[in-house]
Nanobody, 122 residues
Framework: VQLQASGGGLVQAGDSLRLSCVAS????????TGWFRQAPGKEREFVAT????????GYGDSVKGRFTISRDDAKNTVYLQMNSLRPEDTAVYYC????????????????WGQGTQVTVSS
């Protein structure tokens, strides 16, 4: 499966962004999909995940209550709605898929998109 992430940009603290991850090349509904992020000099960290069919979601502690993950299998797309953005949310955001039903572990993810830059100014 090929993944294309988009929607990043430069915003101010408190603003919102919506990231999209479009999949091609396979049956997207088979996969759970996650968002991860990596800031300069830091390890890649888990942001959010959504199960196959969208029945379950999970979030990293730093984004709970601010970010929402959703999916539209008819469009082969997973979204990450990011509200109340903070400077510490600045990072490259990656989407990825796993054949597991649900996972917050980076090593469970097999296919990765190229990433989209999110920069939040104070």
């Amino acid at each position: 499966v090929q993944l294309q992430a988009s929607g990043g940009g430069l915003v101010q603290a408190g603003d919102s962004l919506r990231l999209s991850c479009v999949a091609s090349g396979s049956t997207f509904s088979r996969y759970a999909t996650g968002w991860f992020r990596q800031a300069p000099g830091k390890e890649r960290e888990f942001v959010a995940t959504i199960s196959r069919m969208g029945g379950s979601t999970g979030y990293g502690d730093s984004v709970k209550g601010r970010f929402t993950i959703s999916r539209d299998d008819a469009k082969n797309t997973v979204y990450l709605q990011m509200n109340s953005l903070r400077p510490e949310d600045t990072a490259v955001y990656y989407c990825a898929t796993t054949e597991k039903a649900w996972s917050a572990k980076i090593y469970d993810y097999d296919y990765w998109g190229q990433g989209t830059q999110v920069t939040v100014s104070s």
